[in-house]
């Protein structure tokens, strides 16, 4: 049996797929690659594990660049750990660094709450004994709700020496694209955990009227993060209202990249 299944989610053609042309790079082989372009990154997701021919599953995004000796050492984790959080690096020094500290989960390895779509490991088991990706979610905290469940079955591990540099946005326009994307299915995370609707829009007015929210450690970072506030508010008020009107069932589709 393949030792690994990596399962990546892209509606990329295959030669820009940057995480395949890094994992020909690394030195181990005993993998495979599922790569699927299906609408949503669950579905996507879903779809691999279904496909996948060993029970260690590994999930990168298509611009997750994986370490050296990163195959190896999420081939002797899976050996142990039944769900592995790995490290995620930003790799530029630049404005957008500063909103990724929800990466910084430590510097050494530990028990943790939380693992990210494009960067973490899972046995089949899991899947069969706490469910699949929820593919109501189209993009945006699918990471969270799944790991909401995992715990109550198994621990969660986080290796800092899984490591991969994967840019968690392009630009501060990117970022404020993110941050609207993902805000806008956070009214369906609340609904799945009972948050009653007055409070969401409780939430979302706090948000927008939280002036710390608008200010930054210098003009660029300013700018970048009260436009991020503002996105979030458009994102999830649009997410409210959408819900709204289809009395809380399934959202419109967005895509995921």
Same mark, same amino acid.
């Given at each position: 049996?393949?030792?690994?299944?990596?399962?990546?989610?892209?509606?990329?053609?295959?030669?820009?797929?940057?995480?395949?042309?890094?994992?020909?790079?690394?030195?181990?082989?005993?993998?495979?690659?599922?790569?699927?372009?299906?609408?949503?990154?669950?579905?996507?997701?879903? *779809?691999?594990? =279904? #496909?996948?021919?060993?029970?260690?599953?590994?999930?990168? !995004?298509? /611009?997750? @660049?994986?370490?050296?000796? %990163?195959?190896?050492?999420?081939?002797?984790?899976?050996?142990?750990?039944?769900?592995?959080?790995?490290?995620?690096?930003?790799?530029?020094?630049?404005?957008?660094?500063?909103?990724?500290?929800?990466?910084?989960?430590?510097?050494?390895?530990?028990?943790?709450?939380?693992?990210?779509?494009?960067?973490?490991?899972?046995?089949?088991?899991?899947?069969?004994?706490?469910?699949?990706?929820?593919?109501?979610?189209?993009?945006?905290?699918?990471?969270? *709700?799944?790991? =909401? #469940?995992?715990?109550?079955?198994?621990?969660?591990?986080? !290796?800092? /020496?899984? @490591?991969?540099?994967?840019? %968690?946005?392009?630009?501060?326009?990117?970022?404020?694209?993110?941050?609207?994307?993902?805000?806008?299915?956070?009214?369906?995370?609340?609904?799945?955990?009972?948050?009653?609707?007055?409070?969401?829009?409780?939430?979302?007015?706090?948000?927008?009227?939280?002036?710390?929210?608008?200010?930054?450690?210098?003009?660029?970072?300013?700018?970048?993060?009260?436009?991020?506030?503002?996105?979030?508010?458009?994102?999830?008020?649009?997410?409210?209202?959408?819900?709204?009107?289809?009395?809380?069932?399934?959202?419109?589709?967005?895509?995921?990249?």
């Amino acid at each position: 049996m393949t030792e690994l299944s990596v399962i990546i989610p892209t509606l990329k053609p295959e030669d820009e797929i940057e995480s395949l042309r890094r994992l020909e790079r690394l030195a181990f082989d005993d993998y495979e690659v599922i790569v699927r372009d299906d609408d949503r990154a669950t579905t996507a997701r879903n *779809e691999g594990i =279904e #496909r996948a021919e060993s029970d260690k599953l590994v999930f990168l !995004d298509d /611009d997750s @660049l994986p370490a050296e000796g %990163y195959l190896e050492r999420a081939a002797e984790l899976l050996d142990r750990e039944a769900a592995v959080a790995g490290r995620v690096v930003h790799p530029r020094d630049d404005v957008v660094k500063r909103f990724t500290g929800h990466y910084a989960l430590a510097d050494s390895a530990k028990y943790v709450s939380r693992f990210w779509g494009c960067n973490m490991l899972v046995r089949r088991e899991v899947f069969e004994d706490v469910g699949m990706w929820d593919e109501e979610i189209t993009w945006g905290h699918e990471e969270k *709700e799944l790991a =909401e #469940r995992v715990l109550h079955e198994y621990p969660i591990y986080y !290796d800092p /020496d899984l @490591l991969v540099y994967h840019a %968690y946005a392009d630009s501060i326009v990117d970022l404020w694209r993110k941050a609207y994307r993902m805000e806008r299915q956070t009214p369906h995370y609340w609904d799945r955990v009972g948050r009653p609707r007055s409070q969401q829009w409780v939430d979302t007015v706090r948000l927008l009227l939280d002036p710390f929210k608008y200010v930054g450690y210098s003009a660029p970072h300013t700018v970048a993060r009260a436009g991020r506030t503002v996105a979030r508010v458009a994102g999830r008020t649009s997410g409210l209202l959408d819900s709204a009107s289809t009395g809380g069932g399934r959202r419109r589709d967005l895509p995921f990249f």
